[in-house]
């Protein structure tokens, strides 16, 4: 089977296309999320996200360290925080594909309908163009509150923002 390596950005996002992939993959999962802030907000989407996937039966691998402060130094300095985001994340899972003999990535941040979808395709596209890695692209989002109530039904941590402090404010969240 082709191996995939599928990059989740939370457990809410990952039922839809974890149940799709598992189809057509040996999927095996990676975290790499620095802009989830603060800590303990880090802490309880990575902690949900391990039970979800131990309860798939799946790996489960992490990226290099790559502090808060960092990614909030170098969201601020590019011109569109979104696109800085997507592209760090989509390429360090890219990178990991490459670095353990898999042809194919992917990310679970394809299930929100919250997110910049078509942006995210075509970053993930580029990187694997670049890297050699091909991005495997699906539209999961009809599927994406569905796979909310799975999630929910397994007692997972439901984020109420994207992930950094900056939508956290713009979400008026204390
Ligand atoms: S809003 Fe979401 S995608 Fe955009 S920079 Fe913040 S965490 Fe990343």
């Known amino acids: 089977m082709k191996q995939l390596l599928l990059h989740h950005c939370c457990a809410p996002c990952s039922p839809s296309v974890v149940a799709s992939f598992v189809k057509r993959f040996a999927v095996s999962s990676f975290w790499f999320n620095p802009n989830i802030q603060p800590a303990q907000e880090y802490t309880s989407r990575y902690e949900s996200l391990k039970k979800f996937v131990g309860s ?19 969201a601020t300095a590019s011109p569109d925080r979104c696109t ?4 760090l994340r ?13 042809s194919f990535f ?8 919250y997110q ?14 670049a890297l050699g890695v091909a991005f495997v692209y699906e539209d999961f989002r009809a599927q994406f509150y569905q796979g909310k109530d799975i999630a929910r039904t397994q007692g997972c941590y439901m984020q109420k923002y ?7 404010e713009e979400r008026g969240i204390k």
Do not use: V
């Open 56 to 74: 798939q039966g799946l790996a489960l691998s992490e990226g290099p360290a790559y502090s808060q402060d960092q990614w909030i130094a170098a």
């Open 84 to 87: 800085f985001c997507y592209r």
């Open 106 to 113: 992917s990310t679970t941040l394809l299930a929100s309908p």
């Open 162 to 168: 994207c992930g950094c402090l900056f939508s956290k």
């Open 116 to 129: 910049k979808h078509d942006l995210i395709r075509d970053i993930g596209n580029d990187i694997g163009a």
């Open 90 to 102: 989509l390429t360090e899972a890219a990178k990991a594909a490459q670095a353990n003999d898999m």
